[in-house]
């Protein structure tokens, strides 16, 4: 139970960096957590995620049935149990519209150039998936058909997803994500970026490999 109160805690601290950092408006943006027994603790809809309590997250089972919380779930609940679903190493995820990586969302394009070693090390591969009619089914199964071992997806005219082994791991991922995004929009403006070659991705593979033991998404 313990653990349950600092998950709680740190989705709360999730929140409030994520409307702080304007990733998020108003009441958008949606953050989960695993619990044991296959449960999901999962921020609220219809709240401003800048301004929580640990008290207003809703404790839903691996289908999404209320267990607890006095709350309506996030909006984006199915998004999130399909991720967990076909993928076991992710312990929590992000969702949010930060600015500059929800514009290449919006303009169709991928950030899928390998360019920043700060990239390879703690954000990995970033997917691109279809739009969906929010709160529906398309957006769950155009999330998984895509996401593969990913620690991001960009949601076509949408947002941005994050996975990670914690709260503020996906957090973090999230703003390694707009932090790339940034930086791929001025270095397109100063004519282009120059992609990492070959021999030089496998090198930062190899350290994240040997340095930080990471060996998925
Ligand atoms: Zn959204």
Redesign the pocket.
Known sequence: MADETRLREEIVEAGRRLYKKGFVAAN??NVSVRLDGGRILITPSGVCKGDMDPGMMVVVDGDGKVLSGRLRPSS?MKMHLAVYRIRDDVRAIV?A?PPKATAFAVAGLPLDKLTLPEVVFSLGRVAFSEYGT?STKQVPEAVVRVIGDAGAVLLAN??ALTVGAGVMDAYFRMETLEHFAAITLYARLLGGERELSPKEESELIRIRRDVFGKTDG
């Open positions: 958008d943006g984006e969702h519209h929010p949408h947002g």
